[in-house]
């Protein structure tokens, strides 16, 4: 169990973005793996659920990404806080609204005095024309260094788990569809990571020593082509889907198989992310294991079992 660093003086980790996949399992892996004071900050805490034997232990607070005040007072007191906030399933233009409430985190952390700040991003190189989703994760990244004393930038493509947008979009298509055409970017290659190894980033960056901001790629052991990974997925599962390759497969008929197959919390999420598809989202650098070497990423099929 990772401990208090100052005896007497309890480690105190707020999560911005607390409602969302990654904020609630970050919560209970906290409670669960350290003795760290967690402040969940969220629009509707009501909505977190957690393990009420650590009530003791965290703090649900009500602000809006927007509301400066608010965040600012979240963050008095914080030793660290994990950024957690995307904009795709809201009005308007997401890359504005991610740039927004980036900015009013950032501007809150310098009045608040935070002195570290983790951010969960996604992979992509910056030379590469960048889907417009990539470019907001890198974007808010960016708005949040210029800010934030000490960041640290974790870059990862899909998250395996449930509840993860990316995977229960291609458990609902390996299971709902018994033949799939999969456009040109099926043979882009990504580097999933397991939930579980994303949690244990996450957790150690938190007090991991380091003198300046970085950027840290994240992800599993393989680097799969897309159409890899549903088949690993597939065979996994039992399932024999038949996979079709073709040249282009129109938006229109993407946006249709999201409507009618995918949760429909996570399709027009889904359908903003499609386009990322077809820049690779793998790990170019050493940078994860030279700060976490003792982090061992597990294979595909270990994650798809939890």
């Known amino acids: 169990m990772q401990k208090t660093t100052n005896v007497g003086q309890p480690f105190t980790v707020a999560i911005i973005g607390a409602s969302g996949f990654v904020g609630q399992n970050l919560l209970r892996y906290l409670l669960k793996e350290t003795d760290y004071l967690i402040r969940a900050v969220c629009r509707s805490p009501h ?22 005040d608010a965040i600012e007072k979240s963050l008095e007191g914080i030793n660290a806080a994990v950024y957690l906030i995307h904009m795709m399933a809201a009005k308007g233009d997401y890359y504005d609204l991610e740039a927004k409430a980036a900015e009013t985190f950032g501007r809150a952390t310098q009045h608040a005095g935070l002195p570290r700040a983790v951010f969960m991003g996604g992979l992509g190189d910056d030379a590469d024309r960048l889907s417009r989703h990539l470019q907001s994760r890198h974007n808010t990244g960016k708005i949040l ?94 399932k024999k889907p038949i996979l079709i390759l073709v040249p282009i ?16 919390r996570h399709a027009k999420v889904g359908r903003q992310m499609a386009e990322s598809l077809m820049n690779p989202m793998v790990v170019t650098n050493n940078r994860a294991k030279e700060l976490f070497p003792d982090i061992k990423p597990e294979s595909i099929e270990k994650a798809f079992s939890k």
Do not use: C
């Not at 930038?153 to 299971?175: C, N, P, Q, T, W």
């Not at 960056?205 to 970085?214: A, E, I, K, M, Q």
């Open 47 to 68: 909505n977190i659920i957690f393990d009420q034997q650590y009530s003791a232990r965290v703090q649900l607070v009500a602000a809006d990404i927007f509301d400066y």
């Open 145 to 238: 260094k210029n800010h934030v004393p000490l960041l640290i930038e974790f870059r990862a493509s899909m998250i395996v788990g449930d509840g993860s947008i990316a995977y229960d979009i291609m458990k609902s298509l390996v299971h709902n569809l018994p033949v799939q055409t999969v456009p040109a970017w099926a043979v882009t290659h990504t580097q999933p990571i397991a939930l579980q190894d994303a949690l244990q980033y996450l957790s150690s960056s938190l007090t991991v020593p380091l003198r300046h901001s970085v950027i840290v790629e994240i992800g599993g052991p393989e680097q799969l082509s897309y159409k890899d990974l549903i088949a690993r997925y597939a065979a996994f599962t039992g």
């Open 249 to 264: 497969v129109p938006l229109w008929l993407g946006a249709w198989w999201l409507n009618l197959f995918t949760p429909r």
